[in-house]
């Protein structure tokens, strides 16, 4: 079996300015703060001799090769992202960084805010710019119907509402 992978679809780059801050936020902590503390006990846990038996040797090991990650990561990232601070021209129609409502054909009502990959959440609704159902829904407005192609088949959906203000 080899460890080949197709290529991952390159992202969308853009971001909300509280998305971006976000990241800015966790690559200062993770360098400035956890990545000391993990050295320290690294360090620390390399000073008691033997350390191919020592677990929290490769416990911290493993631990701060995932940090040397995630940091090369956001470092590179943070550089390509653009941050979307403009609000649409057209405020009814669905766009990045809107607020939406819809209703399927079984009647029930999904809120959804599109964002960038980086910063998507589930349970906050916050999709990606990426996904079937904001593909589908871009540039859509109130009482518009759409389709969009799901993994567990075709969805019909129409807007209820677009927001570019935070939901109360």
Not at 61 to 74: A, F, M, P, S, T
Not at 82 to 89: A, D, G, L, S
Not at 94 to 103: D, Q, S, V
């Amino acid at each position: 079996m080899s460890r080949w992978r197709p290529p991952v679809a390159a992202s969308a780059a853009y971001i909300t300015p509280q998305g971006f801050q976000t990241l800015k936020t966790e690559l200062e902590y993770l360098w400035r703060k956890l990545r000391p503390e993990v050295v320290a006990a690294l360090s620390a846990a390399a000073a008691e001799g033997d350390r191919s038996e020592n677990a929290e040797y490769i416990y911290r090991k493993k631990q701060l090769g995932e940090i040397d990650r995630r940091v090369r990561y956001l470092s590179k990232r943070l550089d390509v992202l653009k941050i979307v601070e403009q609000r649409p021209t057209d405020p009814s129609a669905i766009f990045f960084g809107a607020w939406f409502e819809l209703e399927d054909n079984d009647g029930r009502l999904y809120r959804y805010r599109i964002v960038g990959p980086d910063e998507t959440d589930a349970q906050l609704g916050w999709i990606s710019l990426d996904s079937p159902i904001a593909r589908a829904a871009l540039k859509k407005r109130v009482d518009d119907e759409f389709e969009a192609e799901l993994p567990a088949g075709r969805v019909s959906y129409a807007v209820l509402s677009v927001s570019y203000d935070a939901p109360i």
